[in-house]
């Protein structure tokens, strides 16, 4: 379990997207550019509340990032970030190519649900692939030229997610949280030579998937959900035997 956010945590990439757009106001297009541009990019509701920005510096803070879940999930969002970090070559603005020297995460709240063979961060990186195939089909389209050539690109040179947590989405344990810590994720040079924001927000979102689906991830939610189910044992026969269903019904989440 983008950009990417991550994405994306990658989703994130997305806000980097909208500071080729001008230099003035950036604080308030960012954020006009975020609600309105990424929600198309996931398919699911997706806000920012605040930007704090240093046009001199190319430092921005973006705080309280949400980003919601797609149709037929009942938990009320996949992941909220307070704050993310991002330094930008202010230089690269006008060029063809940004370059991003670090997107920052910090302690990015993420919850997983899994529901007929499905799951949440899947179906968004789903939604982020095929936005990004039909943004390029598009441009292939209505242009001469090969997609690859047209339009900004950008280059991130460090991503970092630190201090995340994973909280299972389950109906089975009667609103007790399940949680695990995400290992934290750093990726270098993210969009090669040039890559579009769409592809860069592909790229992280697939890191912090794999990320959420590791067996240092899924063991200690699983250990969790084994506990929640012995726990039901000693209150009695009938509780056993709903315990013992539980614990059938948890295999089937993470195939252990």
């Known amino acids: 379990m983008k950009k990417l956010l991550l994405i994306g945590v990658l989703v994130i990439v997305i806000i980097v997207g909208a500071l080729v757009f001008g230099v003035s106001k950036l604080g308030p297009l960012i954020k006009t550019t975020i609600n309105t541009y990424g929600p198309k990019l996931t ?11 240093s046009i001199l510096s190319g430092k ?16 009320s969002e996949a992941m909220k970030v307070g704050s993310i ?11 063809d190519t940004i370059v991003i020297h670090t997107i920052e995460v910090i302690a990015p709240a993420i919850t997983y649900e899994k529901t007929r063979g499905a799951d949440n961060f899947k179906t968004i990186m789903n939604n982020i692939s095929s936005a990004s195939k039909q943004a390029a089909s ?31 989405a ?19 040079n993210i969009g ?25 991830v899924t063991d200690s939610l699983n250990q969790g ?32």
Request: aromatic residues 6%; positive net charge.
């Open 85 to 95: 970090f991002i330094d930008i070559d202010e230089k690269s603005l006008t060029k």
């Open 138 to 168: 598009k441009k292939d389209a209505s242009s001469k030229e090969p997609s690859s050539g047209s339009g900004k690109k950008m280059i991130i040179e460090d991503f970092v997610l630190k201090q995340g947590t994973v909280t299972l």
């Open 192 to 216: 090669g030579t040039g890559a579009s924001p769409q592809q860069v927000a592909e790229e992280i979102f697939k890191a912090v998937y794999k990320e959420i689906r590791s067996s240092s």
């Open 60 to 75: 921005a803070e973006l705080k309280d990032f949400f980003l919601g879940n797609p149709q037929g999930f009942t938990s």
């Open 43 to 53: 398919k699911t509701e997706l806000s920012l509340g605040d930007v704090s920005i």
């Open 225 to 256: 959900l084994k506990e929640f189910g012995k726990s039901l044992g000693t209150v009695g026969e009938d509780a056993k035997n709903q315990a013992g269903g539980v614990k059938e019904t948890f295999k089937g989440l993470f195939g252990k």
């Open 170 to 188: 389950t109906t089975l344990t009667g609103g007790k949280s399940i949680s695990a810590r995400l290992p934290d994720i750093t990726m270098k």
